[in-house]
Structures are given as structure tokens and as C-alpha cells.
T-cell receptor
Framework: AQSVAQPEDQVNVAEGNPLTVKCTYS??????LFWYVQYPNRGLQFLLK??????LVKGSYGFEAEFNKSQTSFHLKKPSALVSDSALYFC???????????FGAGTRLTVKP | DVKVTQSSRYLVKRTGEKVFLECVQD?????MFWYRQDPGLGLRLIYF???????EKGDIPEGYSVSREKKERFSLILESASTNQTSMYLC?????????????FGPGTRLTVL
């Protein structure tokens, strides 16, 4: 069965600095990888996904993620963080042969002014 | 825009009560999902459905059941609520077309069982 690990419960960055939120995965076969963001008292919002092709995926709100097959990682990045990026971020993986996803435990990102 | 709505944002029930959580999506999606979200555990899949009247167990189905009588509606049922079912419940939907569709989430229902 597929699984995801987000090794950091909390990430703190200063506004304007680059940010990285880490994710590693385990799945049989080719993975489909997703990032979602959750703002307080809201459901999850889709940010971006990797299916195949270019290892660098660009998504909403200036976020991007890099797929690394050898390291089984899919880290979320942004060149310049905003205070409004502060939220809970979830990485998810889906196997190529089923429709259900597995989510990581989440990483709380705090961007300080 | 896809819209997934959940019947209640906040719900308080007593131990032993039967609880219904309703989810409706308006984009004719085939797939629907129920998750619970707990701090430090992320989202855990309870049940999902690929079509009307079809259901599949997720990772933590114990104590829950589901119903999908219409394509747009997916209900989660707690037959006899217990305090360890206090949680945030999230519904999601996705289509089954070509490509790898993302899931669209509702706003969540925060359930407290006293």
C-alpha cells in the first residue's frame, strides 16, 4: 500500500525567504503525487500534482514541487514566502492502479513578517 | 467551480447516538471519499465509493458505514457514536475520466462526541 511521510511537523521561515516543505513517499510502480493546503477552519485546497514528465511541477500561488525518483521525494518549494502562506500543508500519493490517495500527517508552515 | 458541501460545520452528539454526516457534490463526479483528520495523523480514509450503491472500505472503517443512493450524495453514518470518534470529518470527490484527477474537498464537519 502507498504511504507518505512528512518529516517536519512545523516549518518556520521569514517573509521573503525561500521555503521548502518536505515529503517522501512509498508506492508500488509509478507514483502520482499531490500537494494540498489547508487554511484554518477550511477544507483542503489543491496546489499541484505530478503525474509524469518534467520533474519540476508548477502550481497555484507561486508554489512548485520537485519530483526526485531516486530519493522518492516530492518537496514543495516557493522562492519567496508570504505571511499569507502560513497554513497546514499535506502531501499525498496515489498508485497508478487505484483511485484512493494516502496523505501525510501534515506540516504547519508559519511565515513571520 | 466544483463545489462540495457538507451538511454541518459543527456537530455535538452524545455517546451512543446515531450520527449522519451528509456530503453533496455538484460536478457529477463518480468518486466520493470520507476522511477523518486528527492532529499528527493527517487524513485517514474511512470509506470511498466509485459509483452509486458501491462502497469500499478505507483504512479505518470500524464503527462507520456509508450510503450512496444518488451520485451526488455520499453519507457517513456513525451507528453508535463514541468519544474516540470526535474528529474533523472531510468529504471529497473526484471524477473518473482520463488523466489523474485531484480530489476536491468540502469544508469539513467538526464532530464532538460527549
Amino acid at each position: 500500500a502507498q504511504s507518505v511521510a512528512q518529516p517536519e511537523d512545523q516549518v518556520n521561515v521569514a517573509e521573503g525567504n525561500p521555503l521548502t516543505v518536505k515529503c517522501t513517499y512509498s508506492v508500488s510502480g509509478n507514483p502520482y503525487l499531490f500537494w494540498y493546503v489547508q487554511y484554518p477552519n477550511r477544507g483542503l485546497q489543491f496546489l499541484l500534482k505530478y503525474i509524469t514528465g518534467d520533474n519540476l511541477v508548477k502550481g497555484s500561488y507561486g508554489f512548485e514541487a520537485e519530483f526526485n525518483k531516486s530519493q522518492t521525494s516530492f518537496h514543495l518549494k516557493k522562492p519567496s514566502a508570504l505571511v499569507s502562506d502560513s497554513a497546514l500543508y499535506f502531501c499525498a500519493v496515489r498508485a497508478y492502479n487505484n483511485n484512493d490517495m494516502r496523505f501525510g500527517a501534515g506540516t504547519r508552515l508559519t511565515v513571520k513578517p | 467551480d466544483v463545489k462540495v458541501t457538507q451538511s454541518s460545520r459543527y456537530l455535538v452528539k452524545r455517546t451512543g447516538e446515531k450520527v449522519f454526516l451528509e456530503c453533496v457534490q455538484d460536478m457529477d463526479h463518480e468518486n466520493m471519499f470520507w476522511y477523518r483528520q486528527d492532529p499528527g495523523l493527517g487524513l485517514r480514509l474511512i470509506y470511498f465509493s466509485y459509483d452509486v450503491k458501491m462502497k469500499e472500505k478505507g483504512d479505518i472503517p470500524e464503527g462507520y458505514s456509508v450510503s450512496r443512493e444518488k451520485k451526488e450524495r455520499f453519507s457517513l453514518i456513525l451507528e453508535s457514536a463514541s468519544t474516540n470518534q470526535t474528529s474533523m470529518y472531510l468529504c471529497a470527490s473526484s471524477f473518473s475520466g482520463q488523466g489523474v484527477p485531484e480530489q476536491f474537498f468540502g469544508p469539513g464537519t467538526r464532530l464532538t462526541v460527549l
